[in-house]
């Protein structure tokens, strides 16, 4: 078995991409037989924009935190559930405007914790909590957020935008380092000031503004190889990533296994037209992050993976969908 295999069968039995797998059946249902279900910017989309009056959608979100982080480190868990929400709304080139949460726990000290986290987040983002609801005698723990967002119509960023010949791009902020309690996570935020942070993320919107991503996604818990793979296969194309270029530009310290895994806390993986590379690269720079060409968007039915000479399918979409069905409005 080559180091190729090793890597691809270490990333389909990781839970970050796993999990994902029953994701095609729940989308499928709810698009055929829940009401008005397919509609476009919705299902599949970090973000689902809704139609409004004027010449902004309404993004809206939700997230959950699983409950093993909310039993054992719940100030993290309620933190965490802020960022995972509005780094969707930045990732649909969004503002953020308003969050609202779901607590549930039975030990007092737990909650008090979740709520600290819930609080800390909302400074940090610089968003209101505006609405919520809380069972303190619950048999279960866990916080589930949503937050919703705004962005001009003529400039929403998809999920499924990506074109044949675009360049994958990955954005992240190198400076951080192994989360404190998750170590497959890449944090840049603790420890920052608040203007920092959405500093950073704010590079979404002025992308956004300029008109040059096509496709865009957060690099969730499936790590940027799930989140290609959830982007390439909603755009109804597919791709290659180069893993070399990756384990150039991987954070010091970091082998490629884990950063291939790892939730990037900062971290966006867009798809642009060749053409815009220097602009992106520009204005990264001026928001301090990073902007990495890790691959290229094709014509074809799969996601590979190259690794020196070798290059290996790892997602093939044309025995069925995998992780995020094309919608009909792609």
Known sequence: MSDLDIIIETLLTFDGISRKFVLPRIISKLRDVSYNGDTPHSLGEDSAAILTGSNEFVLLTTDAIV???CVNHPEAAGFNVVLANIMDIYAAGGTPTSFAVALSYSDEETGRLLLEGLINGSHTFKV???RGHTNSKSTSTYVVGSATGTVKENQILT???AEEGDTL????DRVGGRGEHYTLGWDSVTDRESSEVIKRLTVMNELAQEGLVNASKDVSVAGMIGTAGMLVEYSGVGGIIDLDIIRKSAPSGLDLLDWLRMYISL????????????KVSRIAQDHEMEAIRIGEVDSGASLRLRMGDEEKVIFDFSKGPILTPRSSYR
Request: aromatic share 8%; net charge negative.
């Open 159 to 161: 999920a499924g935008g």
């Open 128 to 130: 209101p909590i505006v």
């Open 267 to 278: 971290g966006f993986l867009i798809a642009i037209p060749v053409r815009n590379v220097p």
């Open 169 to 172: 791009v990955l954005l992240f």
């Open 67 to 69: 409950e093993e982080l």
